[in-house]
């Protein structure tokens, strides 16, 4: 479905994509996980949110569980949090504790 | 891989994917046939533009930024620079920092795009090819929408949506202003750029008069009757500007019909208001060059893939920002990062010959209603139906029953994220 819509919006990409493998789902071939680039808006290294490049992978999902589920107080990330699944947090959690944009 | 064959699947593919096909893998920088690494080309270095073309060269891509400008002059904040709260230094930014990561700034006004023959045409006569062309041109204003708000009465009446020497004008108007003096303050129907803008600005302004001049007044004409963080704002309205602010939605006659910058009128169906200063904000499209390069439809703005932010329109051609229809994101500088980062992930998979991947975006719009009192909106996005959507669930405004404490937090938070994006985007 997601290909389908896809194929009518970008022709060129279409045809590309019954010449070349199908895209998986995830963070692949070191690309960053869906939601991972608009973090570092606020969190970038040297910014006074909680930069989150190279910190500990358990760490960083864990505060979005709990953010996600109201656990840990917070003014916007609960929001935020809301629109990750534990996987997709998990994945962004992996991207940047291996240093993110930076690596 | 022969040239022919390139070639034959050149007519099949169109020239992006050929020019992927030709590349022996995904190390971008490698040359490619003919000795040619793909060429993106990138208009406007706004919040949009200049991250995507830092985001691009990180990517190893051949960037040609093109901005009109030597300066940035930032909107974010240019509310507070309106009241005194901020000097319009910190609204500016240069480009040497991004010129430093090795992608190549052209300073001049991209006047034509030739979508089939793919080149940039720029005032001089100079053309730039291009395998991907990114726009992000932001906004034009319509100086035809509203009658008698034209391109001289800019001068008298500021809008002050582009940041810069219109935002310098509103505030000598207003610190000139006398005592007892009416602002009038007009906000468009949607779409338009930062929808809460409006509402920040009228706030700033009754905070202005309050401590300034309090026997001053400031009415805002609104042409719709419902706008981003409403309950929010007009709780704090009630709290602290009673007798700066009159708020008239479009169902008491908010709607500008008509205004006389001679007279300093501005004219609704239902009355007619005599200014000491007025600050109109007029309906908005997207940056002219969209149009040029027809990737513009009907309503002005720009309709995209909300995987690639490819247009709809007009193939190779991607469009971010404000000049793009991004369904439920809002115009904002955070949401123009946020595609920017996304848009040139998907040029350079496309480059490369891979599939992108589908995205999430983030969003998340401050507002300050008083110094030291923030209030925000957040959403998270995804592709539904080929539009951006809010993901169900994730995010909405700040909660309305809030301490101050809080609010002191988000005011905090506003002023990090500034320093922190613009950073990002700038360098
Ligand atoms: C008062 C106000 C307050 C705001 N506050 C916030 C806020 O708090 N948070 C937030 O997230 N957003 C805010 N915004 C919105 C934000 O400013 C815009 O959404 C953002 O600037 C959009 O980025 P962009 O790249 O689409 O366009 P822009 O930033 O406008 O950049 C476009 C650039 O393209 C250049 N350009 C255009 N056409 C050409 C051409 N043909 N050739 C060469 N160069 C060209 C222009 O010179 C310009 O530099 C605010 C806006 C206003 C007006």
């Not at chain 2, 992927?20 to 190390?27: K, V």
């Not at chain 2, 300073?107 to 062309?133: C, E, H, I, K, M």
């Not at chain 2, 309709?303 to 369904?327: Q, Y």
């Not at chain 2, 980062?341 to 496309?350: R, S, T, W």
């Amino acid at each position: 479905m997601r290909l389908a819509a896809r194929v009518r919006a970008v022709p060129a990409l279409s045809a590309l994509a019954l010449l070349l493998a199908p895209a998986p789902t995830g963070a692949t071939e070191g690309r960053p996980p869906p939601g991972a680039t608009s973090c570092t808006g606020c969190h970038a290294t040297g910014a006074a949110m909680q930069p989150i490049s190279g910190r500990p992978a358990p760490e960083i999902a864990a505060a979005l569980a709990e953010y996600r589920s109201g656990a840990r107080p917070a003014t916007v990330m609960n929001r935020i949090a809301k629109g990750f699944t534990e996987a997709e947090s998990q994945a962004i959690a992996a991207y940047f504790a291996q240093g993110g944009p930076e690596r | 891989m022969s040239r022919r064959l390139v070639q034959t699947r050149r007519s099949l593919l169109g020239n992006a994917a050929s020019a992927a096909l030709a590349l022996a893998g995904p190390g971008l920088a490698r040359p490619a046939l003919a000795g040619t690494a793909p060429r993106v080309v990138v208009i406007g270095g706004g919040f949009g533009g200049a991250t995507a073309a830092r985001a691009l060269r990180q990517g190893g891509v051949d960037v040609t930024l093109v901005e009109a400008s030597g300066t940035y002059v930032s909107c974010p904040f240019s509310n507070e620079v309106i009241v005194g709260l901020q000097p319009l230094s910190a609204q500016r930014f240069g480009y040497d920092n991004l010129t430093r990561t090795g992608l190549t700034r052209v300073q001049a006004n991209a006047t034509g795009v030739d979508p089939s023959g793919r080149r940039v045409t720029l005032a001089d006569g100079t053309t730039l090819p291009y395998d991907r062309l990114v726009l992000s041109p932001g906004i034009d204003l319509r100086l035809d929408a509203v009658p008698g708000y034209g391109a001289e009465a800019v001068a008298a009446m500021p809008h002050a949506w582009k940041a810069g020497e219109q935002t310098a004008l509103l505030a000598r108007q207003l610190e000139a202003m006398p005592e007892g003096g009416t602002v009038v303050l007009s906000a468009p129907a949607n779409p338009y750029r930062c929808p809460p803008g409006p509402y920040e600005r009228a706030s700033l302004i009754a905070h202005f008069l309050k401590t300034r001049k309090p026997r001053a007044k400031l009415i805002l004409l609104d042409a719709k009757d419902t706008f981003s963080k409403q309950r929010l704002f007009q709780s704090a309205w009630a709290a602290l500007y009673p007798d700066q602010l009159e708020y008239v939605p479009l169902a008491s006659g908010g709607q500008v019909t008509a205004v006389e910058p001679a007279a300093m009128t501005v004219r609704t169906d239902f009355s007619e208001y005599k200014a000491d200063v007025a600050c109109i904000i007029p309906p908005q499209r997207a940056g002219r060059i969209a149009a040029i390069a027809g990737a513009a439809d009907r309503s002005g703005w720009c309709p995209i893939d909300p995987v690639t932010f490819e247009s709809k329109l007009v193939p190779g051609i991607h469009v971010i920002g404000d000049a793009a229809i991004a369904g439920a994101m809002p115009k904002s500088a955070f949401s123009a990062n946020a595609q920017a980062k996304v848009c040139a992930q998907a040029v350079i998979d496309l480059l490369a010959g891979r599939a992108p991947e589908e995205p999430k975006l983030i969003n998340t719009c401050y507002s300050l209603v008083a110094p030291g009192y923030g209030i925000s909106i957040a959403g998270v996005f995804h592709p539904v139906n080929g539009l951006l959507a809010d993901v169900e669930g994730a995010g909405g405004i700040s909660p309305v029953d809030a301490p101050a404490s809080v609010r002191e937090q988000e005011a905090v938070y506003a002023a990090d994220w500034y320093r922190t994006i613009t950073r990002e985007v700038f360098g």
